[in-house]
C-alpha cells in the first residue's frame, strides 16, 4: 500500500497538460526515486494527448462531474479499479493528477479519499490569475462546440458567484468556481481530509519556472524538461480566431450538423488558425468586466492568504490588475483574415471528401473552390 498520495487537481489551464507531459517522461526516473505516476493501461484509448487520471476519476464519482454520464461512469469503472491495484501495489509516494477534481463537492471529495485509503495525502493546486484564467476558459468553451459571447459566458458565470458560497458549493452547475475560488477550493480539501494543501503560482512563461515550483510543492526529484509540441500543449486561439469559431459554431448547429462531423471540422479549422503566422491579438477580459474581475481576484487571494495553504511562487502571479490590459479588442481586419482562413481551410478537396455525399460543407467548398480558380 502507498504511503503517501500527492493530489495533483489542476487548475484547468494552469499547464495541467505541460505537467503531465513532463510527469509521464519522467515516470521511470520518478519510480526510481521511489515516486510512482501511475501511466494507466487504457490513457491512449479515445483522443487523450498525455496520460492522466481524469478518466479514471469518471470510473469512481461518475456524475459528479456535470459532463459525464452515468452510461460513461459504468464503462470507465475498471479504470479506477485498475488504478487502485497500482495504489496497494507500490509501498511509497504516488502522484496522481486529476484537473476535473478541482470542481467535486465536499462528498466526492470524502468518496475518493475513501477509497484510495491512503492516511497521508497532499493536494497540489497549480493556479494563474482570473485574468488569464477566463479567457482561456471562455476559449476553451468555444472550442467545445458552444457559441457564447464572452460577455454572455461572464454574466453567467457571475450569477453563479453571485448566489454565495453556500450555492458554489452546494450546486452542482456552479463547477467553474468551485475550482476558480482559490480559498474555497483549498477549505474544501482541508476540510474533506487532506493533510496539506499547497497552491502553485503559474508565472506563464518560462515553463521551466512553473515545472521547477512543481516539484517543489510535490516534493519531487528535479524533472528533466522535455521540450513538448504546441499542439500536444494546447495551445490557444486569439481573440479574432475564436469569434470565428463560435460564429462556426452556431451555423453547424442551425444546419443540423451532426456532434461528430462538427467536431472534425472545428478541429480542421483550429488546425489551420494554429499554422498561420499573422493571427490577432490574444482573447482578453472585455473592458466592461475588467474592475468586476479584480473585485473578485482581489477578495480571493485576500481569504486565500488567510487559509493554511502553502503558496509556491510568487502571489502576485495570482493577481489581475486591469490596468495591465493592453491587448486591443480585434479589429474587423483581423476577423476578416480568420474568416479567410476558415474558408481556406474548409475549401480543402481532402476535407470536403471525407464528408457525406449530400454535405452542405462539402457543397459549399466546391463553390469556394470555384471561386478561388
Given at each position: 500500500?502507498?504511503?503517501?498520495?500527492?493530489?495533483?487537481?489542476?487548475?484547468?489551464?494552469?499547464?495541467?497538460?505541460?505537467?503531465?507531459?513532463?510527469?509521464?517522461?519522467?515516470?521511470?526516473?520518478?519510480?526510481?526515486?521511489?515516486?510512482?505516476?501511475?501511466?494507466?493501461?487504457?490513457?491512449?484509448?479515445?483522443?487523450?494527448?498525455?496520460?492522466?487520471?481524469?478518466?479514471?476519476?469518471?470510473?469512481?464519482?461518475?456524475?459528479?462531474?456535470?459532463?459525464?454520464?452515468?452510461?460513461?461512469?459504468s464503462r470507465i469503472a475498471p479504470s479506477w479499479d485498475l488504478l487502485l491495484d497500482q495504489?496497494?501495489?507500490?509501498?511509497?509516494?504516488?502522484?496522481?493528477?486529476?484537473?476535473?477534481?478541482?470542481?467535486?463537492?465536499?462528498?466526492?471529495?470524502?468518496?475518493?479519499?475513501?477509497?484510495?485509503?491512503?492516511?497521508?495525502?497532499?493536494?497540489?493546486?497549480?493556479?494563474?490569475?482570473?485574468?488569464?484564467?477566463?479567457?482561456?476558459?471562455?476559449?476553451?468553451?468555444?472550442?467545445?462546440?458552444?457559441?457564447?459571447?464572452?460577455?454572455?459566458?461572464?454574466?453567467?458565470?457571475?450569477?453563479?458567484?453571485?448566489?454565495?458560497?453556500?450555492?458554489?458549493?452546494?450546486?452542482?452547475?456552479?463547477?467553474?468556481?468551485?475550482?476558480?475560488?482559490?480559498?474555497?477550493?483549498?477549505?474544501?480539501?482541508?476540510?474533506?481530509?487532506?493533510?496539506?494543501?499547497?497552491?502553485?503560482?503559474?508565472?506563464?512563461?518560462?515553463?521551466?519556472?512553473?515545472?521547477?515550483?512543481?516539484?517543489?510543492?510535490?516534493?519531487?526529484?528535479?524533472?528533466?524538461?522535455?521540450?513538448?509540441?504546441?499542439?500536444?500543449?494546447?495551445?490557444?486561439?486569439?481573440?479574432?480566431?475564436?469569434?470565428?469559431?463560435?460564429?462556426?459554431?452556431?451555423?453547424?448547429?442551425?444546419?443540423?450538423?451532426?456532434?461528430?462531423?462538427?467536431?472534425?471540422?472545428?478541429?480542421?479549422?483550429?488546425?489551420?488558425?494554429?499554422?498561420?503566422?499573422?493571427?490577432?491579438?490574444?482573447?482578453?477580459?472585455?473592458?466592461?468586466?475588467?474592475?468586476?474581475?479584480?473585485?473578485?481576484?482581489r477578495a480571493d487571494l485576500t481569504t486565500l492568504q488567510a487559509t493554511d495553504a502553502r503558496?509556491?511562487?510568487?502571489?502576485?502571479?495570482?493577481?489581475?490588475?486591469?490596468?495591465?490590459?493592453?491587448?486591443?479588442?480585434?479589429?474587423?481586419?483581423?476577423?476578416?483574415?480568420?474568416?479567410?482562413?476558415?474558408?481556406?481551410?474548409?475549401?480543402?478537396?481532402?476535407?470536403?471528401?471525407?464528408?457525406?455525399?449530400?454535405?452542405?460543407?462539402?457543397?459549399?467548398?466546391?463553390?469556394?473552390?470555384?471561386?478561388?480558380?
Amino acid at each position: 500500500m502507498a504511503s503517501k498520495i500527492v493530489l495533483h487537481i489542476g487548475l484547468q489551464k494552469s499547464g495541467t497538460t505541460f505537467l503531465q507531459h513532463m510527469l509521464q517522461d519522467n515516470s521511470e526516473a520518478l519510480a526510481g526515486s521511489g515516486v510512482l505516476y501511475p501511466v494507466p493501461k487504457d490513457w491512449d484509448d479515445g483522443k487523450r494527448s498525455v496520460a492522466n487520471h481524469e478518466w479514471s476519476s469518471y470510473g469512481l464519482l461518475g456524475t459528479e462531474f456535470p459532463w459525464v454520464t452515468q452510461e460513461r461512469a459504468s464503462r470507465i469503472a475498471p479504470s479506477w479499479d485498475l488504478l487502485l491495484d497500482q495504489v496497494q501495489s507500490w509501498p511509497a509516494t504516488v502522484l496522481l493528477s486529476a484537473e476535473a477534481l478541482s470542481v467535486v463537492r465536499p462528498d466526492a471529495i470524502r468518496r475518493l479519499l475513501d477509497s484510495l485509503a491512503v492516511g497521508d495525502v497532499e493536494v497540489v493546486i497549480t493556479a494563474r490569475s482570473l485574468g488569464r484564467s477566463l479567457p482561456s476558459l471562455w476559449q476553451q468553451h468555444i472550442r467545445n462546440g458552444r457559441s457564447t459571447s464572452f460577455e454572455t459566458y461572464l454574466g453567467r458565470l457571475a450569477a453563479h458567484r453571485d448566489k454565495g458560497r453556500n450555492h458554489v458549493e452546494a450546486d452542482l452547475d456552479a463547477h467553474i468556481w468551485r475550482a476558480f475560488t482559490l480559498s474555497g477550493l483549498v477549505q474544501r480539501w482541508s476540510d474533506a481530509g487532506a493533510n496539506r494543501v499547497s497552491v502553485v503560482t503559474s508565472p506563464g512563461k518560462p515553463p521551466e519556472l512553473l515545472l521547477e515550483r512543481f516539484t517543489q510543492a510535490a516534493r519531487l526529484p528535479d524533472l528533466v524538461h522535455v521540450p513538448v509540441a504546441d499542439r500536444e500543449a494546447h495551445t490557444g486561439l486569439t481573440a479574432p480566431e475564436t469569434l470565428v469559431l463560435a460564429s462556426l459554431n452556431a451555423a453547424w448547429r442551425d444546419n443540423s450538423r451532426s456532434r461528430q462531423k462538427a467536431d472534425r471540422l472545428r478541429q480542421t479549422v483550429t488546425e489551420r488558425f494554429q499554422a498561420r503566422e499573422r493571427r490577432g491579438g490574444k482573447v482578453v477580459i472585455p473592458p466592461e468586466w475588467r474592475s468586476r474581475v479584480a473585485d473578485w481576484s482581489r477578495a480571493d487571494l485576500t481569504t486565500l492568504q488567510a487559509t493554511d495553504a502553502r503558496i509556491v511562487g510568487d502571489i502576485g502571479d495570482l493577481r489581475y490588475d486591469p490596468d495591465q490590459e493592453k491587448t486591443a479588442p480585434p479589429t474587423a481586419e483581423e476577423t476578416a483574415r480568420a474568416g479567410a482562413e476558415a474558408a481556406l481551410a474548409l475549401a480543402d478537396p481532402a476535407v470536403a471528401d471525407r464528408l457525406p455525399h449530400d454535405s452542405l460543407v462539402r457543397r459549399r467548398a466546391r463553390g469556394l473552390r470555384r471561386l478561388m480558380g
